[in-house]
Nanobody, 117 residues
Framework: QVQLVESGGGLVQAGGSLRLTCAAS????????MGWFRHTPGKQRALVTT???????NNADSVKGRFTISRDNAKNTVYLQMSSLKFEDTGVYYC???????????WGKGTLVTVSS
């Protein structure tokens, strides 16, 4: 089992910045992928960005150039720096973890990001 704890959500004005953090704990070994998905109003949960232990990223087109994902493998922690936030970025952001050896997926409880226009 892997546990994920998110932090850093909140209210921000359009054009502002926020940083999300997700710390993983539990049975973590070997390669894995961590990242963020979001559930925005009226839409299904969708990819924001992910990063592997090797540093390979996968980003949604809607956040390219505005959001940056990074990770500290020693701490099993992933960070999402969000800049130039838009109203449509409002939603619940979920931390995501996928093991490298059997593709087991885990989710955090979510953190709310609200961007005021």
């Amino acid at each position: 089992q892997v546990q994920l704890v998110e932090s850093g959500g909140g209210l921000v004005q359009a054009g502002g910045s926020l940083r999300l953090t997700c710390a993983a704990s539990g049975n973590i070994f070997g390669r894995n992928t961590m990242g963020w998905f979001r559930h925005t109003p009226g839409k299904q949960r969708a990819l924001v960005t992910t990063i592997t232990t090797g540093g390979v990223t996968n980003n949604a087109d809607s956040v390219k150039g505005r959001f940056t994902i990074s990770r500290d493998n020693a701490k099993n922690t992933v960070y999402l720096q969000m800049s130039s936030l838009k109203f449509e970025d409002t939603g619940v952001y979920y931390c995501y973890f996928r093991t490298g050896y059997n593709d087991m997926e885990y989710w955090g409880k979510g953190t709310l990001v609200t961007v005021s226009s």
